[in-house]
DNA sequence: GTCAAATTTGACTTCGAATGCAAAACTGGA
DNA sequence: TCCAGTTTTGCATTCGAAGTCAAATTTGAC
């Protein structure tokens, strides 16, 4: 092995390296790695020996470039502490692998890295984005205006017709507040989402309307999804309600979490038999004996197969149109709620 | 604005539409958005302008190629579900990407898959790599051959000298011990990882070591680092030792929740009352209320501060040795456990 | 063995930005 | 105004693989 060789293997081994190791041309080297290209059974043979020898692996970026084709999927985040979003990224990632797919993973500290990410995202040439974050409509047009397809998780362009999947809040909170109503509750608070979260507001304003249309006042307090905003609403709605509440519907699983355990370990409460809690998204602790929460799981399996699907077919067919998908969650009936 | 212009535009608009617009040469463009290279100011100015106006973002892509830095890092990770895991990944992502640097996600469903993530990571020509799964030693050494530097996260190249960056198993299992044994406990139970994980045998091993020096037996179980394995080995240690268990270290958090809620609702047990519970990674919810997990903290920003630097330095330097980072996890006193 | 058809192959160009080098354009001092 | 020295600029080449097209080879029918 010779010195040039060694240092062909550390850079990276070429198409043309490769062929001249096989005796061959370098547009054979090509063919041979394409599959259903015309190469002769002999050839192959000889390339794929001095592939192996030389350690070759095609050189994606090269590929890239000329091919205009990247393989790479943007997908930003904004919250990877949000429990939920663990599991959808791990979900997503694995079905792009299986489609041959990379991905380019943004995670958001702030809103306002937003613009340094998707600077970054037009650099990359990236064949698609899936977006769970909060965009601004010309942050969105930008992607329609350069021509890369994107699909929005648990949200809808506001304003701009793009693709999203997203889980049901309407019928989900539907069926979790006309469960509560049957179960003889009398007094109604909810803990809010952030005010920038479409799903929280969605939610939110989904199950106040309903309160409303069966005749049930509400009180409504903002957290931030996380568990010390669940401890610190139902300290605050107890205050309020001068701990009449007995009914309360949570934005997320990890607020209802937090509101459970403050009620029994701050004010000795029991829930449910004094108290009525449900979340939403069926996240892991949810079905943690200690909580059971009452919930509706969000079918992620699904939803990420769509996005996926769905990212894949506007990646071939940039014409098609900005379909919405939604899926319906399945109410998981746990032991946190009196339920009628 | 002509239809070439604006198919320009889809495409992405190239050094050479800036060049044209701004009546300059490609040279000229290119140098214009390489910091510190010689542009005259009303040059720049024109070129800017005209960046501006047909969107122009630098493709990295052809950057990778002619530089040969893909300024691409790839990240490893095999089980994403692990609640400790998102805040690193959210962590790294983070501090990758403050220095001008992408991630390339890779989420390992089953060990057979990594020969394939490695297949992609050669073809991307990642810079540099970061490490949260379990590597063949021969696949550690294809990085070394390859030239390309990695930082192993949690865990250390068995057999090949490879950089890493860990919390130290053995002083916070230790500490654990030590309060517990303080804390006049006689029966020992310990509830195992899985057997392929490398913090699991290490966490597990050096407090069955402690517990020997001090004179201590223990039954330990295996479980696989999730809540159901913790509940699961629970049972089975209560059953082993005739419900006399009093002291109970886990492998991690969640095992130890897991473990934690199963005597408490499965046997009636009061923790830390009758049986102290101590756990490892101090994970969000070992904080909740409900639980106040002992444990150990790991300082996952200065481990993925550290990991990021290493990563780094050796992507400038690659003739840089293996150095291995141990770091001290904290000890959080909790009240799942008495302690002496 | 011949010849047309089918298959396989290689030369050459392309993708888009970076860079060495030489030419061009400035700068300021005399 | 001229010239040496400095700064700015453009030409031409490079990175590595893909794809076009024409040349070379193989195939098989007669």
Known sequence: MTSGLAKRIQRGATSYDVAREAGVSQSAVSRCFKPGASVAPRTREKIMEAARALGYHPNAIAQGLITRRSNLVAIIISNLTNLYYPEVLAELTQRLSAQGIRVLLFSLATESDVDEVLDQVWRYRVDGAIVAARLHPEQLAAFADRGVPVILYNRIGE???VASVCCDSVSGEHALVDALVEGEHHVFGIIA????????????????????????????????FDYAS?????????RITDHKMDALICANDLMAIGAIDSARINFGIEVPQNLSVVGFDGVGPATWLAYQVTTIRQPVRRMTEAAVAMLLERIERPELSPEQRLFAGELLPGSSARLG
Chains 1, 2 share one sequence.
């Open 159 to 161: 304003g701009v017709p």
């Open 230 to 238: 669940g401890d610190a609403a139902l300290k605050e709605l107890m």
């Open 193 to 224: 989402g952030p005010a920038d979260s479409y799903v929280g507001e969605e939610r939110v304003e989904a199950a106040r309307r309903r309160l409303q249309q069966l005749g049930r006042d509400c009180l409504i307090v903002r957290g931030n």
